[in-house]
């Protein structure tokens, strides 16, 4: 969002959010059918990829040491593997057991099954088989059974979990192979069903209207605003959780009155909305390198392997991979579930702030371990499930700000701009069924006729 640039000076004398609870500073320093015919523009293959920002690029570039053109190639490759992704799934159903991309510049998607007779369908879509024994479903069982342990036992000494789609297995991060023992019989898993990932890191939360800006909660914490959004004729921003609970009062990056916590959940999940005062703008724009910015077109989730890069008041704009979706984090405050993992380092003031992948908008800042001196991890809290839990639109280049359509309705099955989709739901549009190859929240000019690399007409 945006407001007159003005002096930062107080910043250095506000403190940033380490964890929940800060002691307030005094208040001086406060194999399938055809998609429809019709143009297949590039952009509507690969979602505004194949012309990403100057900014990106040099992200990239630095940060996972690439050329300009294996950045550009990159980002392409992503996202057409995305979409091949998505149709495999679809087509593999209960056998499909994930899919990730890997390799600096070519990306190439892999796409696991349980079923050896699978192989020749996956390398039809140009992808390598990786045969398994496991489903995806069979391993998001095992790690909800930890899920459910984490609600009625400590787990200071575990305080990772998560679903790894390359190991085919249900990992634990601890700080001893007994202390991951110990989780794994509370949660009634075998030990053989999980692998173990000995660390003494334990993330914490990161806490300190263009995506990455500060902003300050009760004029006591500083946080990053994450991606500008919309409710009706409201106007805000997604956040962490964890900045500031309902009612809270920010101010801007400039001092200046900005607005009000509207709703947030943590721990759980790590999510909130600021509804912010008519002084104030959302923009589709995340802060980049030397005051320079990109802008998000949409909320397609990226895959695992691909390259994300986040914004953050505290150290800017960094890039890394997307190390696995549905991780659970243990932080001192609580557990949080639903998280993404990645390489990309963070520090104290950075929460909240925007993780994005190419022009499309991934989640805001939770928590992590490491900084960016030495290199760190870093979890965020997906976006799609933000904006369809509080009912919110996300402002992108298309300039759309339509009020969402319901998640649960008698027209559930109808296509709508504004809904949140999950890969393999079905929707009708104008007379033809499709069913959604990528999560993403719909928009007015990404209608399934129109957009090959979200919906395959079946």
């Known amino acids: 969002m945006v407001a007159g640039h003005a002096a930062r000076s107080r910043r250095a004398a506000l403190t940033a959010l380490g964890t929940l609870v800060l002691t307030a500073l005094p208040a001086a320093a406060s194999a399938a059918p055809p998609p429809a015919p019709g143009p297949q523009p590039g952009a509507a293959r690969t979602l505004g990829a194949d012309g990403p920002s100057a900014q990106v690029l040099r992200a990239m570039e630095r940060d996972l040491r690439l050329t300009p053109g294996q950045a550009s190639a990159r980002l392409v490759n992503e996202a057409e593997a995305g979409t091949r992704a998505g149709m495999l799934r679809n087509t593999l159903g209960d056998r499909f057991a994930g899919a990730w991309v890997s390799g600096a510049t070519s990306s190439e998607l892999t796409v696991a099954t349980t079923d050896a007779a699978d192989t020749a369908a996956i390398e039809a879509q140009g992808a390598k088989a990786a045969v398994v024994a496991r489903g995806l479903g069979e391993l998001r069982a095992v790690k909800e059974k930890l899920d459910t342990a984490a609600v009625r036992t400590q787990t200071p000494r575990t305080p990772v979990w998560y679903v790894d789609v390359k190991a085919n297995r249900v990992v634990v991060q601890a700080t001893s192979e007994q202390a991951a023992a110990a989780f794994a019989e509370a949660a009634g898993v075998e030990s053989q069903d999980i692998g173990v990932r000995v ?111 986040r914004s ?100 559930a099955d109808a296509w709508a701009a504004g809904r949140v989709y999950e890969t393999g739901a079905t929707v009708s549009h104008s007379g033809l069924r499709y069913r959604c190859l990528q999560n993403h929240q719909a928009q007015g000019v990404w209608s399934p006729e129109n957009t090959p690399a979200l919906w395959q007409r079946v």
């Not at 806490?207 to 990455?212: E, I, K, Q, T």
């Not at 991606?227 to 009062?249: I, L, Y």
């Not at 280049?397 to 009020?403: I, K, L, R």
Request: proline letters at 5%.
């Open 199 to 309: 660390s003494v890191h334990r993330p914490r939360v990161l806490a300190d209207l263009v995506g990455g800006e500060a902003y300050y909660i009760d004029g006591r914490a500083r946080c990053s605003i994450g991606f500008s959004v919309t409710k009706d004729q409201q106007q805000g921003f997604a956040t962490a959780g964890h900045c500031g609970g309902p009612g809270a009062k920010t101010t801007g990056f400039n001092e200046a009155d900005q607005g009000t916590f509207q709703a947030s959940v943590f721990p759980g999940k790590d999510m909130a909305w600021v509804g912010v005062n008519a002084d104030w703008t959302a923009t589709p724009d995340v802060q980049a390198q030397d005051d320079q910015k990109v802008q998000v077109a949409g909320s397609v989730e990226a895959l695992v392997g691909a390259s994300v890069c």
């Open 312 to 411: 953050g008041s505290t150290t800017g704009w960094h890039c890394g991979t997307v190390q696995q979706h549905d991780t659970s984090v243990s932080y001192a405050e609580g557990t949080v579930d639903g998280l993404t993992e990645t390489t990309v380092c963070a520090e104290p003031g950075d929460s909240g702030g925007p993780f994005v992948a190419g022009a499309q908008a991934q989640g805001t800042t939770s928590g992590g371990s490491g900084d960016c001196t030495n290199g760190g991890t870093t979890f965020y809290q997906p976006i799609n499930p933000l904006l369809s839990d509080f009912g919110l639109t996300l402002r992108t280049t298309s300039g759309e700000s339509a009020t969402p359509a319901p998640q649960d309705n008698a027209a």
